[in-house]
Every structure is written in C-alpha cells, then in structure tokens.
C-alpha cells in the first residue's frame, strides 16, 4: 500500500467559467519508507498539492488517498496526528521558548507528557537545538527552521510533509536534516515528501517529481532521470524537460508527457535497487524487514479490511484528546500575550488611563470662568465689600432696603464665576466682547429704589422701576455648556438672593420666587453632574471597544506568519481554534472589566441603586460581544490595515448613535430604530437605568438591553463560524 | 592534507598576485566589522571582511540566510554604516555626496517583490524612471525593451494581478530600469522557473561583457553561481574563499560548488579560532586572483549558455549572447584600456552626482506622489474610508446630536380641571379661569401630556420609567395664583403653597432633565406674561427681575450642535489623517519598498515631503466634504471668515497627519502602530474640550489639556465660528501657532526617528 496516491487530480481556483488551473491531472505516489523530492519553481502548484494531501484543500475532481483514507475525512487523522507538516515560514510563535513550542505541538497531537519529554530529548539531541528555555524570537534563522522541522516531527508522523525545510540553511546543517531523513526512513515506515528549489540537494530522495504549471513533467528516482536524459545533474534534466514542455501552459499537449512518464512508476523499487550502490541496497532489505515487522506488531492496523478498527481507535483517540489539544492552544495564547510586556502593559493599563481621563476631565463644573460687574448704585465698590453693610431694615410694617445690588454681588462666590468690577459699562462690554470675562452684569443706578417702588406698588409701578430693578446680564454665549452652567448658577443665585431678602424682611419666603416648586426628584438630582450621566455609556463604550481592540487583529497576526496553516494540519478544527481565542480573550476582557467596575465604584465612587450584579454581567456580556466583534473583524480582512479601517471606522457612529452625548428622542424615529440595533445603545440605557433608577433585571429596559446584546453575540458568534469555514 | 595543500597554493598566488588597484574593483571593502545589539553583549554580523569585485564581472555572493549577505549588500548600498572598515563602490563612498550611492549608479533588486501591488507595470517603471531622474520618453523606450526582453505581459496590467514568475521578472526589470553601474540582486533566482532563471543569468552575463557593468548576485543555489565570475562563499560574517568558480572547483577537488562550500564550513567549524588570521590574508590573495581569471570564465559561461540556448526558442536572450559572443574576447581582451574609461567614468559621475541633487529631485517628488495617489486610488477600501467616513460621520453627527429631544411625557394631575370631561379648558384674554390650563397649553408642543388622576399614579409612572415627569395643580390653584398677586406679601402660607405648581423630574439623564426644567420656568414667565399683557399689565411684573439681555455672542438658545461641532469637525479630520498615516511608511517598510526607493537615492526628507504633499491634497477635499455638510447641508453657525476655518481645518488634518508619521516611524509592527493610533483617540477626545469645556477640569490637568494639539484649534475653530474673531484676536492665533508648532515637532520627531532607523 502506499502512503500517498494521487489520482488525476484536478484543481483551479476562480470561477467556473474562466478557471485558473492549479493542478492539471496530476498523478503521484509516494510509498512508505522512503523520500519524495518534489521539485518546481513557486507558483507551480506545490504548494495547493501539499495542501490537498493533508486535507486543507480539496480537489475539484480525481481521488487522493493518504495512509488508507481519504484526507479530511473523520477517521483518517488526516490532518492530525498522523501527518507532521513543516511549511515554508517558521510558522512558530515568537514568544514562545523552544521548549514550550515542542511541548505545544506534543499536546495538539494529543501526546502525553512523559512522551513529549522523550521526544523532545531525543530531537534536542539530534538536531542539536539550544537551550530550551530560549525564545524563539531570540533564536538565529537557523534554530528556528530546526525548531520548526522539530515540531513537525515531535509525534512521530507516519506521513511528513516538508515545504522548503532547507532554503537559506547553512550547508551543515542541511546535511544533517537530510542524513536525518534518509536514516528515519530507511528504519520506518516514515514516508516524506519534500519540496525544495534545490534541486541538486533532491538527489538523496528515493523517487523525485518535477512539477510545472500544475503538472508533473517526470516521477522517477534521480537516477533514472539523469540516465534517461543522459545529463549530470538534475538541474540540466529539468531545465531540458522544461524545454520540451514548453513556456506555454496548454494543458491538453501535455497530458501526453504526463502519462509518459508516470508509466515509470511500477518499476521504482527495482530501478532504485539497480541504480543505487550496494550498501543502498541492504539497506533496502532492512527497511523492507523492518516495515514487516512493524506490520506484523500494529496487524489490527495494517490491511484494508481493518480500516473499520483503526478508524475507532482513532475517533476514540480524538476525543480524548481534545481536551489535551484546548490546553495547548489555550497555553500557547497565554503565553504570547505574557510575552509581550508592552502588550500587557497596554492591556492592563489602558482601561485605567482611559477611565481616569474621563473622569478627571468631562463633567466637571467650570470653575474659574469671569464675569465682568458694573454696579452704578455705589460710587466705590468698596462699599460692597464693607462687612458692617446692613442691606435690609426692618422698620414695623415696611423693610427698608439699602445697597440691595451688593447683597446679591456678594451672593455670587467664586463656584459660580470670578468677579472683576469696572467702572464703565462700555469698558466691561469692551472686554467681553475680546473675551476676557465670560459676561456683564449690571446694576442701574437706582436698582434698590426701584427694587422697592415695585415692591410697594406692585402693578401700578411705573415703566422705568421695571427698567431699572432688572438685574441686566450680558453673557458671552458662544461656549453653550458654560453658558448654561452660568445661566443656571444666576438664576440659583437670584433664587437665594431673593429668598434671604423675603427672610430678612419677615416676608413669606416663596414669594420671591416664580410658583413653581420644584420637588426633590424622583430619580437624580438636580445638581447632578454631567459626569454620572454620561458615565454608564462611556464605560460601556469602553468596555466594547477595548475588546475590539485587542482582538481585531488576532487572527490576521496569525495568518499572516503562518501559523494559521500549521494548527491546522495539526488536525484542529476552526471552531476548536475560535473557541481558544474567545476563552483566553475573554479572560483579559474579564480583567478588564473588573477594573473598570472597581475604579468607577471604588475610586470615583459611582452611585448604583440597583443590582451590582445585573450591571456588571451585562458588562461582561457586552465585553463579550465586543470581543467577538473583534474576531469578526479579524476573520474577515486580510490586512491590518483594513482591520484598522473597519474598528475606527464603525466606532464613531457607534459612539454618536448611541445616546450618551446626547438623548436618543432628539433623533428622528427612523434614526432611533437604527440606534436601537446598535450593540450598546440599547445596554447603555440599560445600565442606565440599572444605576440611577434601581430597576431590577425584570424591566423592560433591562430585559431589553440584555436581549440585544446576547442577540448581537449569537449574530456574530455564527458570523465568525460562517467566516472561518469560508476562509479555510 | 587537502588544507595545507590549499594554504600553499594561497600562499605562493598572494606572492605575486597583489597587483590590484582601487579603480579597477567595482566594490572593495577592507576589514569591516559590524555588530549589532548592545555593546556589551555584540551580535558579530561582520568580522574583519574583505572583499573585491573587479569592474565588469558577476559576482556571486553565497552563503546561508543569516550570514550577513543582506548586511554587506546594505552597507555597499549605502543604507548601512560599518564600525570600522572601508567601503569603495564606484570609487567613492557609499553614501557620501557625489558619491551617487545610493542613487541612479546602483540597481539594486531587494529579495522580496517588493512592489506596488496597485500599480500597472507601465506606472510602477514610470515611478521608478521618475525618482532615477530619466525622462519620460526615455522611460517609454527602456520599458518597451524590457517588457520584450523579459516576456512580460501587457504594461497595463496591474501587478497584484501577474503570477510569482511576472512579478519577480518586474523587479528585475525595475533594478535594470536606469541600465546602472552596479546591480546588485538579492536572491532573484528564488522560486523561479527554471527557464526565466537560464535567461536572467543569460542576460547578466551579456550586460557585464561590455565591461562597464558589474553584477552582484547573492543567491542559497549554489550551482547556478558557477556562471558567475567570481564567486565569494560567506558563513559567519565572513568570505571564506574568494575565487573563480573553477578555481575553487579544482582546488578542493570537488564536482560542485555545493561540496567546495560544505567542506569549507567544516574546516571553518573545526578551527574557528585559528582560522581567523588566515582567513584575511586569504581573502585578499584569493580577490587578487579573482580579476587574472576573468578573462577565462566568459569563455566557459557563454559556452554554458549556448548549449542550453538551443533548446529554447523562445528566448531572445539566446541571439543576442550567440550574436555578441565573438566579441566577448576583443572587449576583454583590451582590459588595459579600462583605467582610462574608468576616469572618464569618474569625471562623468562626478557631474551627475551634482545634477542629480538638483534635476532628479523633482523627477523624484513627481514620482512619489504618483505613487502615493495611486496606491490610495487603487485602494477601494481606502477611498472609501478616506471620502465616505467623513461624510457618513458629518451627517450622524448633524442628524443624531443637538436636536432637541422631542416626545417627551409629562404626567399631569390637575385636581383644578374636571376630571371626567377630560377636557382642559380656559378662557382666553384677561379672565382668571382655569389658569392651570392656560399655563398647559403654554407647554412645549415637544411634550406629550397625559393626564392622571392623582399624585400617585403619576409619580408611579415617572418611576416606572413611562414618563419623564409628573406635574401637579391644586384644586384651588387659580385663586390662589391670584390671591399671590394681588396680595403679595401679605398672602398666608397655604395661600402660597396652593398657589405653586409642584413638579417632580427625573433628573437620571440630565440632559432631558435639564431641559424639562428650562421648559417649564420658561412657559410660567410666558404664561404670566401673557396674562398681565391680556390684562394691560406691565408683563415685567410676572418675571423674574434677573433678565438675560441679548448676548454679546451667540444666540439665546446656544444648541449643543454648535458647542460640538467645531471639536467634532477637527477630530474627524486629525484623526482620519491619523488613521491613513499611521500605517504607511509601516507597510512600505515591511514590504521592502522603503528599501528600495532608498538605495535609489530617495532621502527620508522627500518621502515625508511627498506623504505631507498627498495627504495635502486628501486634507482639502475632505475638510470640504465636511465643511459643506456641517455648514451648508445642516447649517452649523458660522458668523467668521470661512477661509480661517478651512486654513485651521487644514492644518489640523496635516497635524494629524504627522502625528500618524511619528506613529508609523517609531513602531515596528502594524498591529502596535494601530494600537496606538486606536488608543490615542478616546482620551484626546476628551481631554481636549470638545464634548465638555476645559474650565470644567482640576487646574492641573487643565494645563496638560492646553498642551494637546485638538485643544486650542478647538476653541479657535469655536470662537470663529460662534463669535466671528478674526485672526487677529489672541485665541484664534493660539490655535494656529499651536497647531503649526506641533506639525513641527511631528516633523522633527520623524525625521529624527527615521535617520536612526536608516542607520
């Protein structure tokens, strides 16, 4: 039986109606116990062909057979542990140490521990790799290509697959990996198929093929080739059969040739006796001795007819190590996110950074802002600031008043504005009009005169007491917050003003003011800071985004080193991989969120009516769905760049829809509903409300901003699903 | 045995043979040393290494990856400075002026494509001919042979869309664009067919023959270098041979190269130590032996190619090294005559190094920015963020922000009205009647009122969340009300308690809160007012003596749309430029571009000045896509000159801009170039005053606030637009020096940080 049989297979990638052919009816096979050269220039299709063999890929037509099984079918262990793959990159974590990387693929491969220590002494040994407590970043091009060919041969693959595993090595070292490949497979049944540039380095291998344009132009040992074409090297063989297929790709002309020279497949084992020197040829007999024995040891393995048994042992086998692959995934993202300090210290400090930021700086009272104050009653304002200044006399019936003006200058303190006096009104006007002081406020001249005649004529007053007992503000309204803080703080100012005169005066105090009372509020307060307001929004933003952040560009980082494609041959599923991601960023979006929750409770002392517990699981659960935001985000760009694109871009009309700046119900109806579906409008309220109003998880609000988010998570949560299986 | 032997055949060639002279090598270089990482623990890439390329030959320059090819070819370019140790290419030094290298005397063709993806081949060999300083027909010209030379395919093809093979052989044809001096290549032979690599070297061997050009090919195949003049074997940061492939061949005995180098390293492995010495001297004799020898190997190589030729028709390659190969001899053979073209070479260089700084420089800009506008027009997704965003991001601002909340439900019990006719009715002009009507139809028609029955139920509903208030009148509210009047002081407690309207808000989001507040003092001042009018009254009497006069800027009802806007309109724009730049020089680098436009001789300066021009570009159309929306579409105040506003906007956008350059200059990565870029945005956001006033925060964190670039352009832009100021005023020029001085320390930041990263 042999380990690899490929039977015209024929793939293109595109459409339909104008394909790309990739791999033209090619035909291959590659028996046990020996080396497979595969040999051609990039872009010929090795590459899809190595893919297709460990079941990554599928064919659009012909048959692939692998170790007994067809790749990619439950069963078979292809991929998983029956394959070892070395692609062309590194493809091995940088964070990781030497040993860790070893033990990593030990564990995908479902290998015990003791197992793993064994086969890691012994590669350490042979490939002569350093230290294992060194990391791989650390590592020269060459440990690295070592560590990877390591990983790749750590659970003793029936079936290895090298890309490239040679390129750019020193001329030592890859003598050694191939007297190491020529060894292993002389004593196993270790098939190999090695792709290389090289072709001169090929001669070592047992059968090579030459592959161009998706077809193998020659499938034979390399001395028969160099015999047939009576050339001495392999090279000159190549380039004359290059020659004789021609520049153009017109596939139907060869499939004559192909069908040529794969007739020469039978005799192989023959040739390759004949060919070889003596010593090859013992070797020969040893190998054939010792797959026979190792046949006849593994028999319920071995013939067609107990396929049914190996594929029960190996199902059973996969299940009890998926366990063991979790924990290998989960460790190797532990361990890249440990290992780098700069990451970490992003992660952790920045959601404090961000927090403190908008604490400390939004919502604030505005303090230190000017106000201009001309007061023509008085002749020096010294006179206001006179503490033996009695501004009320009571007089039996009557209340004689004096200087009012000044009692309400000196009712303004410095929490609502800093008072300069001028002299002039046009000097003050002058001023804020160059926006120096934020407003005029000014005094008639006869103020406390009018004040009084009002008082006593009430309606029958004249036109001019009106006038003049106004107190007259000109403010600066450019800046609306301060002009609001401003206007409110005045008018405060005037209430108790008007108040403590009423008081003084043995009135009835709710006389100087309009009748309008307003009582103690049912939720809030009606000095409360913007702050709290914006505060349940902010964080929920924050908490979202941050795990956005981080997470959209994982999988890209992975794809792009090739890492991605190794884990898969590896044997683990797309969701198995999915799910690691989620537990391990999960767990930073957890920390995360505790210290959001602490230092807005703790430090800047949020008040929360309602269930600590309600809020921060929906903190949590929106963390979540911001997370699978991010894998979304990072499963469907190809670059960084667009990911970038995508998180910044979606962010700030989150951000403006979502109603933390500014009420939902000052946006149209249709604009609302859209809101609505966005990931935290909805949650925000919800919390919201959670906070400042006590409800309890059965209101509707709360129900509500629940249901969005675990809806969002379930849309993206298939979303990612559907995207991996398309993008594999 | 076979060492010794070899160290006598060394020792007797470095007797006779140190006839080399300086201008006769392309390229030497004498003890060079280079380390990398921190002085105390050295990573040796260089060790004591010489090396010498004859003019006019192939140098094939081998060894695994990690040997410090890469490093040497670096330094010969010029990108990289050695410790110590001397360079000479083309008889000056690397990087010096006039020196032209890196620069049009160079080709260099990096390992990786390194070439724009969004480019058609006719426009990435246009930029290239353009920053070489070649005109343009000239570029024409030069492109029509090569595309016929090296089989490519249609020039309008666009490069992300040609096989591996294509792209390779459009880097190739970009190195020999500008027909340099020196071309140097960096593995072009890596996973190439092997047809396109029997014409690559074909065509090597052909340009060299003349005399004039000299190659240096690195390349992990060792056998394809027996084509080569003089090949250099190179483990462990230095040559160990330094020969003629033949030469080598015979020396050690051995069929193939592949084994003269394998038993090289062993010999290196076993005596690292003593080797060291030996290995200078025998550099040196072996490089002398390197010129004698050429005149043999065009011989052997044209040979080479000639047997193969035959095979393939399709090459063109083939006639012309058949055509030209009898002449091979009379060129080499005439080699005396060298000395003199290499002084009329030297004269002719030392012209064009002066005119290249003054001429190429604009050819060069044109080129950048061609590069730079087609990379973005190319790129859908890119257009797409850098037009679209802005505008999506205008409009939800304008539609979703400042508007005033409208539907808001106020629950009313009015004990003064019948409750079951439902029907709140009051009598117009001066009649006291059902005044609390009055005062309801004077409500907002923004707020819904729904009537309850009594204190209750209505404050239930507020805290139920079913409306944003409840508001309750007395049965006897009229009388009272005027009983308060007309009494005025002298009223009685209950009195004025039944004559006040009680309300109860919920203030959970304030700015609903607020308004409601705002609403109802206002309605009552209207409401009485209104009513003291109707009864030939002076109104004044029913409003509070504090009266907020016409304001000196701004309106009455100042919205938040404006208050927000001027801060939302920069942050849009800054971070936009910040999002498009941060990662630019990153991917240019990481592809190997950046690499390559600096060995042709593009300074750090103008690829900042050609990002600054481009980005220049973008800037204006989108501060007009934004400024057309914010104020023509949804009507933004703006009482200022509207030219300040776009120059502010402007130069925020370029501010940003340069803020994405230190990002991109000073990270490594993409993925923390994004990070940073992302991470910055939230806090300047808010520390910079544009959704809440700087007055509002601690005095300390105040002046921090003063010192990010958002701060002062904001409230710039804001006293512009709201207030009108003219440039003259202390605040709008703050906010444009701010602004300039920051561009300018980005600037300087890059700059900075991109010579260090060049050396």
């Not at chain 1, 007819?305 to 594929?311: L, Y």
Request: hydrophobic share 40%; glycine share 8%; with cysteine.
């Amino acid at each position: 039986m042999n380990a690899v049989e490929v039977r015209a297979g024929y793939k293109y990638y595109g459409k339909d109606k104008d394909p790309k052919i990739v791999l033209n009816r090619i035909n291959m096979t590659v028996t046990h116990g020996s080396i497979y050269g595969l040999l051609g220039a990039s872009g010929c299709g090795k590459t899809t062909l190595l893919s297709c063999i460990v079941g990554v890929k599928f064919l659009n037509e012909g048959k692939i057979t692998v170790l007994g099984g067809t790749p990619g079918k439950m069963g078979s262990g292809v991929p998983g542990p029956r394959v070892g793959y070395m692609p062309q990159e590194i493809a091995l974590t940088e964070e990781f140490s030497i040993k860790e990387t070893i033990y990593y693929f030990g564990r995908i491969y479902g290998m015990s521990t003791e197992r793993i220590r064994e086969r890691y002494k012994l590669l350490r040994d042979l490939l002569d790799l350093p230290t294992g407590s060194r990391q791989i970043g650390h590592c020269s091009g060459g440990q690295q290509r070592r560590v990877s060919f390591a990983a790749a041969m750590v659970h003793e693959p029936e079936l290895l697959i090298l890309d490239e595993p040679t390129v750019g090595l020193d001329p030592l070292l890859r003598e050694k990996i191939w007297d190491f490949l020529v060894e292993t497979t002389r004593t196993s049944k270790l098939a190999v198929i090695i792709t290389t540039h090289y072709i001169e380095e090929a001669r070592q291998a047992n059968c090579i093929g030459l592959m161009r344009n998706g077809i193998l132009l020659a499938e034979d040992s390399p001395q028969s080739i160099l015999s047939k074409y009576e050339v001495d090297s392999l090279e000159d063989a190549f380039l004359q059969l290059c020659v004789k297929h021609g520049v153009s790709d017109e596939a139907d002309e060869n499939l004559k040739q192909v069908d040529t020279f794969t007739s020469h497949q039978e005799p192989i084992e023959i040739e390759k006796k004949i060919d070889e020197k003596p010593s090859l040829v013992k070797n020969e007999v040893k190998r054939k001795n010792s797959i026979e024995s190792n046949d006849s040891e593994t028999a319920c393995c071995s013939g067609v007819g107990d396929m049914d048994c190996n594929k029960k042992s190996l199902v059973k086998n996969l299940q009890i190590t998926t366990k063991r692959r979790m924990k290998a995934l989960l460790a190797k993202n532990f361990l890249q996110m440990l290992r780098q300090p700069a990451g970490m210290v992003f992660l952790t400090c920045f959601p404090i950074f961000q927090l403190v930021c908008f604490y400390v700086a939004v919502g604030g009272n505005p303090i230190g802002l000017k106000l201009a104050i001309v007061n023509d009653e008085i002749q020096n304002i010294n006179d206001c600031m006179n503490s033996s200044l009695v501004t009320t006399h009571i007089n039996n019936d009557t209340c004689d008043l004096n200087k009012v003006s000044c009692r309400f200058i000196n009712q303004i303190n410095n929490t609502v504005a800093i008072k300069y006096f001028y002299d002039t009104f046009d000097a003050a006007y002058q001023d804020a009009k160059k926006g120096k002081v934020m407003g005029v406020i000014y005094f008639a001249k006869n103020f406390t005169q009018s004040m009084a005649d009002i008082r006593d004529e009430g309606r029958f007053a004249n036109e001019g007491s009106f006038f003049n007992a106004e107190i007259q503000i000109f403010m600066d309204k450019s800046d609306q917050q301060l002009t609001f803080f401003l206007e409110k703080k005045l008018r405060q100012t005037y209430q108790e003003f008007a108040q403590s005169l009423m008081a003084d005066c043995n009135y009835p105090v709710k006389l100087g003011n309009i009748p309008i009372d307003f009582e103690q509020p049912i939720y809030g307060s009606y000095d409360g800071v913007y702050t709290d307001y914006i505060a349940p929004g902010v964080v929920m933003t924050m908490v979202f985004f941050l795990a956005t952040l981080i997470t959209s560009t994982i999988f890209i980082t992975d794809r792009l080193e090739g890492v991605w494609d190794r884990t898969l041959v590896a044997g683990i599923s797309t969701t198995e991989l999915l799910i690691a991601h989620i537990i391990t960023q999960s767990t930073v979006m957890l920390v995360q969120c505790c210290e959001i929750v602490i230092l807005a409770a703790f430090i800047f002392d949020t008040e929360n009516r309602g269930d600590n517990f309600t809020v921060i699981f929906l903190l949590m659960l929106l963390g979540f769905s911001g997370m699978l935001y991010g894998l979304f985000i990072s499963i469907f760009c190809d670059s960084h760049t667009m990911a970038n694109f995508m998180a910044t871009g979606s962010f700030y009309p989150m951000i403006i829809l979502c109603g933390i700046f500014w009420p939902l119900e000052g946006m149209s109806i249709y604009l609302q509903y859209i809101a609505f579906l966005l990931p935290f409008t909805l949650p925000s309220i919800a919390v919201r409300n959670i906070l400042a109003k006590g409800w309890s998880i059965a209101h509707a609000s709360v129900i509500a901003g629940y249901g969005i988010t675990v809806i969002w998570i379930v849309v993206l949560l298939t979303l990612c699903l559907i995207g991996l299986k398309i993008k594999k | 045995m076979l060492i010794t032997s070899s160290e006598q055949t060394i020792a007797t060639i470095d007797d006779g043979g140190t006839t080399w002279t300086r201008p006769q090598n392309a390229v030497s270089v004498r003890h060079a040393f280079k380390t990398y990482g921190p002085k105390s623990k050295p990573n040796q890439v260089l060790n004591n290494l010489n090396m010498t390329v004859a003019k006019g030959t192939i140098y094939g320059l081998l060894g695994a990856s990690g040997c410090g090819k890469t490093t040497l070819l670096s330094c010969i370019v010029g990108r990289k400075r050695l410790n110590s140790g001397e360079i000479f290419v083309l008889g000056g030094k690397p990087g010096t002026r006039g020196s032209g290298v890196p620069g049009k005397r160079v080709g260099y063709m990096p390992q990786e494509i390194a070439l724009y993806a969004e480019f058609s081949i006719k426009e990435t060999m246009m930029y290239f001919g353009w920053i070489f300083g070649m005109q343009t027909s000239e570029i024409i010209e030069r492109l029509h042979f090569l595309l016929n030379f090296l089989d490519l395919p249609s020039e309008n093809r666009l490069v992300k869309n040609l096989s591996g093979g294509q792209q390779r052989r459009v880097s190739f044809a970009v190195a020999l664009m500008h027909d340099p001096e020196l071309l140097i290549l960096d593995e072009p032979t890596v996973g190439v067919d092997p047809l396109l690599r029997q014409s690559i070297w074909n065509h090597l061997v052909h340009i060299t023959k003349a005399g004039q050009k000299t190659v240096i090919i690195t390349t992990h195949y060792i056998e394809e270098a027996r084509q080569a003049h003089t090949i250099g074997l190179m483990r462990s940061g230095r040559l160990l041979a330094e020969e003629s492939p033949q030469v080598l061949l015979s020396m050690y005995r051995c069929s193939s190269l592949e084994d003269v180098f394998l038993k090289l390293s062993r010999k290196q492995g076993q005596q690292q130590q003593q080797a060291s010495e030996l290995n200078i001297s025998n550099n040196i004799s072996l490089s002398a032996l390197a010129f004698g020898n050429k005149k043999d190997n065009p011989v052997y190589i044209s040979q080479e190619s000639g047997v193969i030729g035959l095979n393939f028709h399709q090459s063109k390659e083939v006639l012309i090294s058949d055509s030209t190969n009898g002449s091979t001899y009379g060129l080499n053979g005439s080699t005396p005559t060298l000395p003199a073209s290499q002084n009329q070479q030297a004269i002719e260089c030392d012209d064009c190094g002066v005119d290249c700084c003054n001429l190429t420089s604009r050819g060069k800009i044109r080129a950048l920015l061609q590069k730079n506008f087609l990379r973005m027009w190319r790129n859908v997704g890119v257009m797409l963020f850098i037009f679209a965003l802005p505008v999506m991001q205008v409009i939800l601002f304008c539609l979703a922000i400042g508007r005033d909340p409208t539907g808001l439900k106020l629950a009313i019990v009015n004990h003064e009205m019948n409750s079951s006719s439902g029907e709140c009715y009051y009598e117009k002009g001066c009649s006291f009647n059902n005044l609390s009507c009055r005062y309801l139809s004077h409500l907002n028609s923004s707020i819904i009122q729904e009537y309850y029955d009594d204190v209750e139920s209505a404050k239930q509903a507020v805290a139920q969340g079913n409306a944003w208030g409840a508001m309750y009148f007395t049965e006897n509210f009229t009388d009272a009300l005027v009983a308060r009047i007309a009494l005025g002081r002298d009223a009685d407690d209950e009195t004025l308690e039944q004559s006040e309207i009680r309300v109860w808000l919920d203030m959970s989001n304030q700015q609903i809160g607020i308004l409601l507040n705002r609403d109802l003092q206002y309605t009552y001042r209207q409401f009485a007012q209104n009513l003291l009018e109707e009864c030939d009254n002076n109104p004044k009497l029913g409003d509070v003596p504090i009266q907020f006069k016409e304001p000196i800027y701004g309106t009455n009802e100042p919205s938040f749309t404006d208050f927000v806007a001027p801060g939302v309109i920069l942050t849009i724009v800054f971070f936009l430029a910040v999002a498009l730049t941060s990662s630019a020089l990153i991917i240019e680098r990481t592809e190997g571009l950046l690499d390559r436009s600096w060995v042709a001789g593009v300074t750090p300066g103008e690829i900042l000045f050609s990002h600054v021009v481009t980005q220049f570009v973008v800037m204006c159309g989108q501060t007009a896509l934004v400024l057309i929306f914010m104020i023509l579409v949804f009507g933004v105040t703006n009482n200022g000159d509207i030219f300040l506003v776009i120059a502010l906007t402007i130069l925020q956008g370029l501010c940003g801009m340069c803020f994405g350059f230190v990002i991109s200059a000073i990270c490594e990565l993409e993925r923390n170039a994004i990070q940073l870029a992302l991470g910055s945005f939230y806090p300047t956001l808010l520390l910079s005053g544009v959704i809440w006033p700087i007055e509002g925060m601690p005095y300390i964190l105040r002046n921090i606030a003063v010192g990010l670039p958002l701060t002062l352009a904001t409230s710039a832009l804001r006293s512009i637009l709201t207030r009108g100021w003219g440039f003259m005023e202390f605040e709008v020029y703050m906010g444009f020096v701010a602004t300039i001085s920051w561009i300018l320390l980005f600037l300087i930041i890059t700059m900075v940080s991109l010579k260090l990263k060049q050396n």
